[in-house]
């Protein structure tokens, strides 16, 4: 019943690589070498894996440093920042970039991309790290000292062990963001691979080199997801019986209390408070030449409408998929989940750049027209969607099905009647993430709108553009508005979620 909407997901997901290829094999193998292998790419592979692995080193290094301060210790405020830590979420990179190149012109290349995207980054890991934290039995750690080890041992021999799943999968997303992140490198110059093709595509009449750097892209991308998931081989963690319902005790830092809330404060600072507070004097400043009140309204209308149709579409393509692997686990559904994922390690400029082809050539209908940008945020954020519908439906009790089974409901009527809305909560979830995401996806937008319809994203890239920093900062502003809002939402359903496993 679900294998062939299922397989729909699949090959969606793998539209894009499959066009690329095609696209690529047009202009010969030895044209494609010889792309490969000059000298210009080899550079741009080695300053584009430079920026990623600066980027997760830093990120990795805060926000586990910020999650244990939050959860774990006697820090002053930590409640405000369990909070603040976790908001840049909603800032765009390149909102980010434009605050900061506006206010400092000489934070450019790679130390000032590297600086914007860790800002950016860093809830990536701080998020499933915190969540962990306040998940870990602390009769464990009880056990440890009472066997002689002291703290630090402790941390590093249990703790620390515990961690490090959330900590792999989150620098896992923060690596891929640096590597496939378009807008930041743009804004700040620094040339990275997605800034590259980006050019390529738009100077040239020949797109066979962006067709192949794309490629290349996808490649590495790739190969770091394959690589990550080898390390992380043998550390998963799983609990017998239920553990100990009670809170760890906090740690106390003594005098080291007030440097770690400043270091903390100057972190929450960087990364949330000056992006913010550089919109708003720029917003001030712009005001003198006034503000183009239905131009704003219409894009942030456009944005909101854009993602709602892509939050809506990803669960649609979500739910078979995620339910096949929850409940008939099997060769053919682990095919379709890892096909599904496909869209996970591709750039949002490659997604782009694919559906442009793929538009022109094949789909001239509904190029430059919403239902192709709205298949482009499908690609590229089905997988989050499903890995919510997985997990609500896992965590779904199996006997509620089986007993509406045995009063004689269908299959189809067992998924419409307990199912789903059992598993609804965790679905609205992954959705408000895919909405989120939409809200903030720059190089797919900008490239795939339809004519003439701008979204803040757009809004603000134009108008950065030209250097109008006054007549962007609005368009910056109620981006972070409008993002914030489901970010809120997320950080809600974690907390119930941690509350239902207490």
Not at 84 to 93: G, K
Not at 194 to 210: E, Q
Not at 283 to 304: E, I, K, Q, R
Request: glycine share 8%.
């Amino acid at each position: 019943m679900l294998l062939a909407p299922g397989l729909v997901t699949a090959l969606v997901a793998l539209l894009p690589i499959g066009y690329l290829l095609v696209r690529a094999g047009e202009a010969g193998p030895e044209r494609v070498w010889d792309i490969v292998v000059r000298e210009r790419t080899l550079t741009l592979v080695l300053r584009s894996l430079a920026l990623a692995g600066t980027v997760t080193a830093l990120s990795l290094a805060v926000g586990v440093g910020l999650a244990i301060l939050a959860t774990r210790t006697n820090l002053p405020g930590r409640r405000l920042l369990a909070v603040t830590a976790a908001l840049p979420l909603a800032i765009p990179s390149y909102v980010a970039a434009f605050a900061w190149i506006s206010a400092f012109p000489s934070v450019s290349g790679f130390g000032g991309t590297v600086l914007v995207l860790t800002a950016c980054c860093y809830p990536y890991v701080y998020l499933p790290v915190a969540a962990a934290m306040r998940r870990i039995d602390p009769s464990v750690e009880e056990v440890a000292r009472s066997l002689g080890r002291s703290p630090w041992n402790t941390f590093w021999s249990v703790t620390a062990r515990q961690l490090r799943p959330a900590a792999a999968s989150g620098a896992l997303l923060v690596a891929l963001y640096a590597l496939s992140d378009f807008g930041a490198p743009s804004l700040l110059r620094f040339d990275a691979f997605t800034r590259v093709i980006h050019a390529s595509y738009r100077s040239s009449f020949d797109r066979t080199p962006a067709a192949v750097l794309s490629l290349l892209l996808v490649v590495i991308t790739v190969a770091i997801t394959v690589a990550e998931a080898r390390t992380r081989r043998g550390t998963e963690h799983a609990r017998v019986g239920g553990g100990v319902s009670r809170r760890p005790h906090l740690v106390g830092l003594g005098r080291l209390r007030w440097p770690a809330a400043t270091l903390a404060g100057v972190v929450v600072a960087v990364a949330l408070v000056f992006p913010i507070a550089s919109l708003l004097y720029w917003f001030a400043t712009g005001l003198s030449a006034g503000v183009d009140v239905p131009d704003l309204l219409a894009s942030a209308l456009n944005t909101f409408w854009f993602a709602l149709l892509g939050a809506v579409f990803c669960t649609a393509l979500a739910i078979p998929v995620g339910v096949l692997a929850a409940r008939h686990r099997g060769r053919s559904t682990a095919l379709i989940e890892h096909a599904s994922f496909a869209g996970h390690a591709l750039p949002g400029i490659v997604v782009a750049l694919a559906l442009v082809f793929f538009g022109a050539r094949v789909a001239q209908p509904i190029y430059q027209r919403t239902p192709l940008l709205v298949l482009a945020y499908a690609v590229l954020f089905v997988p989050a969607a499903i890995g919510a519908v997985r997990s609500a439906v896992t965590m779904s009790p199996v006997r509620t099905e089986e007993a509406a089974r045995s009063l004689g409901s269908t299959p189809w009527q067992v998924l419409r009647r307990v199912t789903l809305p059992l598993a609804a909560p965790g679905i609205g979830a992954g959705a408000a993430l895919v909405l989120l995401t939409c809200m903030k996806e720059l190089p797919a937008t900008l490239l795939l709108r339809p004519t003439g319809a701008d979204t803040l994203a757009t809004s603000l890239w134009t108008e950065t553009g030209v250097a109008a920093y006054g007549a962007a900062a609005p368009y910056g502003l109620a981006l972070v508005v409008l993002a914030v809002l489901p970010t809120l939402a997320l950080m809600r359903s974690q907390r119930v979620g941690e509350a239902d496993l207490s």
